[in-house]
């Protein structure tokens, strides 16, 4: 599928805009006693630095009483007198640049302005996705696109009650809600912080805004990735980014930064696509779509999201033929069939066997005649075991019960004994765990030491990864992620209770065989 990136240049505004909006205080529903906390930022009454250490003692209040237990308190003996009087001085300095700047008028903020040019004159009847970064950004836009006068627009961000459901509305087709969401209630464009970027399918749309650009480039990927999956209907996806002004451009050097972490992941992934309009074709920029690395034969490819393809497959099956719904979830365990097959090479007779697994992962393997793995590519065989609703099926060869059971004994061994309780070396589970226990041992005793982190990293021992855990840290550790990223999402998973299946039970499950398949040219055999 064909992608082509445009960017659009920020006239003047800062697109760093500071999230303040965990703590529910600052909500608009709340009450009227944290109202009159927030009253003054909002009509724009803070002015003077006295006007600051009055608002800072209320918010300091709230922070240190109902919302103590959000965050993480430093040692009171870190705050020497001079970082107490340099943070001060900064606050003096940034006080005096709000007065210079005077009260904001959103009327003249020019990348707003450019942002409601795109979604009202460029694309005016397309669904449109903009990325932010920050909370707060989310709910500025949503409000002035709103008072601008568009409709079906909505923002979410982490503390939006139902993000899914938000994501149903904008995407009803991909997400197969379309009964469920009448044309009055469908969104047209969608507002979001990077709580979107993973884990939903929003393919009803083709275009993509990075309202800013985040510094862990992993996320420009998976936003991108929401919309570039299978059911996509668009002949080309357009990916808008908005960059500081040309004056701003030159103090900070963005552009160039960020070009270099493009093309610092490209050196690890290759790429043929152009993340800025402008980008020459001698300098590699990281391959947003991981299936065109090229490298996906080998037992790490798994950073393809295996889930939506296989879904997709299930998919197709039953909007064809809905009686399959039924007719499948009966089927018992062990079942089995068998179809002609041409062996060629790289692609010996054999059986395919999908097992479950006793950490409760779905697993599958490819043994030739003589009982010896052909593949451990999950892709590689999922599109092996293709065929056309009306293959015929051939009688079960003679060693076909004798080949399942080699196969399932070479992925017990895998998972066993190659790469013990973490399965093999090659997969997430065991390289997320490797990583970040070295990094864990690195930042002890230091101010980035996190028990929340070494809790996860203990669950990642003791349980297996969810399946979209397991997808999306493959996609970081394929993007040639950071530790302090990867750390990143490994506690945020954690924290939202999506990162292992954890079982409770002492006594671990048997491997289930689910079905087999046999690849063999004729029926019978020795």
Not at 175 to 189: C, G, M
Not at 281 to 308: C, R, W
Not at 442 to 466: C, H, M, W
Request: charged share 30%; proline share 5%; aromatic share 6%.
């Amino acid at each position: 599928m064909g992608t082509k990136n445009a960017e659009l240049l920020d006239a003047g505004t800062n697109d760093e805009d500071v999230d303040v909006a965990t703590p529910a205080m600052f909500d608009e529903e709340n009450g009227d006693e944290e109202s009159a906390v927030t009253a003054p930022m909002e009509a724009g009454r803070l002015v003077s630095e006295d006007d600051f250490r009055s608002y800072a003692d209320k918010v300091y209040a709230q922070y240190a009483g109902p919302y103590k237990s959000r965050f993480k308190w430093l040692r009171p003996t870190l705050f020497i007198d001079g970082l107490q009087n340099d943070l001060l001085s900064d606050a003096r300095k940034l006080i005096d640049v709000l007065a210079r700047c005077g009260t904001w008028d959103p009327g003249k903020d020019s990348k707003l302005n450019v942002l409601e040019t795109l979604v009202t004159r460029d694309h005016p009847d397309e669904k449109v996705l903009v990325f932010t970064q920050f909370a707060d950004t989310v709910r500025y836009l949503t409000k002035h696109l709103k008072d601008r006068g568009l409709t079906a627009l909505e923002g979410v961000t982490g503390d939006s009650a139902d993000p899914t459901g938000l994501a149903w509305r904008f995407s009803p087709v991909s997400n197969e809600k379309r009964d469920r969401v009448t044309p009055q209630d469908e969104l047209r464009v969608l507002v979001a912080t990077d709580v979107l970027s993973e884990g939903q399918n929003l393919q009803d749309a083709a275009i993509v805004v990075n309202y800013d650009l985040p510094w862990a480039i992993i996320r420009l990927t998976q936003r991108a990735g929401r919309v570039d999956r299978i059911g996509q209907k668009g002949e080309r996806i357009l990916c808008y980014s908005f960059l500081p002004a040309e004056g701003i451009e030159r103090i900070i050097n963005l552009r160039k930064r960020v070009r270099q972490r493009l093309r610092e992941n490209a050196e690890v992934l290759g790429t043929d696509e152009a993340f800025f309009e402008d980008d020459t074709g001698d300098q590699p920029i990281v391959d947003l779509y991981n299936e065109k690395a090229g490298i996906l034969d080998g037992d790490d490819d798994t950073e393809v999201d295996l889930a939506s393809y296989a879904y997709q497959i299930w998919k197709n099956a039953t909007s064809a033929n809905p009686a399959l719904q039924k007719t499948i979830a009966e089927l018992p365990d062990v079942v089995y069939s068998t179809r002609r097959h041409t062996p060629r090479p790289g692609q010996p007779a054999g059986v395919l066997v999908y097992v479950r697994t006793a950490d409760g992962n779905d697993s599958l393997a490819w043994v030739d005649e003589n009982g010896h793995s052909v593949a451990q590519s999950q892709l590689r065989i999922l599109q092996i075991a293709e065929c056309a609703p009306n293959t015929p099926a051939v009688p079960r060869h003679a060693r076909h019960h004798e080949l399942v059971r080699l196969g399932v004994e070479q992925m017990v061994k895998d998972e066993k004994l190659v790469g013990g309780q973490l399965g093999r070396p090659s997969g997430a589970r065991f390289r997320t765990y490797e990583r970040l226990k070295r990094y864990a041992a690195s930042v002890k005793g230091t101010l980035f030491e996190s028990q929340e982190l070494l809790n996860a990293i203990d669950e990642i021992y003791k349980y297996p990864l969810r399946q979209s855990a397991t997808d999306a840290l493959n996609r970081q550790l394929k993007a040639g992620a950071s530790d302090e990223t990867l750390a990143e999402l490994v506690r945020a998973l954690h924290d939202d209770d999506r990162l292992c299946l954890v079982n409770e039970e002492d006594e671990a499950p048997e491997p289930r065989i689910i079905c087999s398949l046999g690849l063999f040219p004729s029926s019978g055999g020795s």
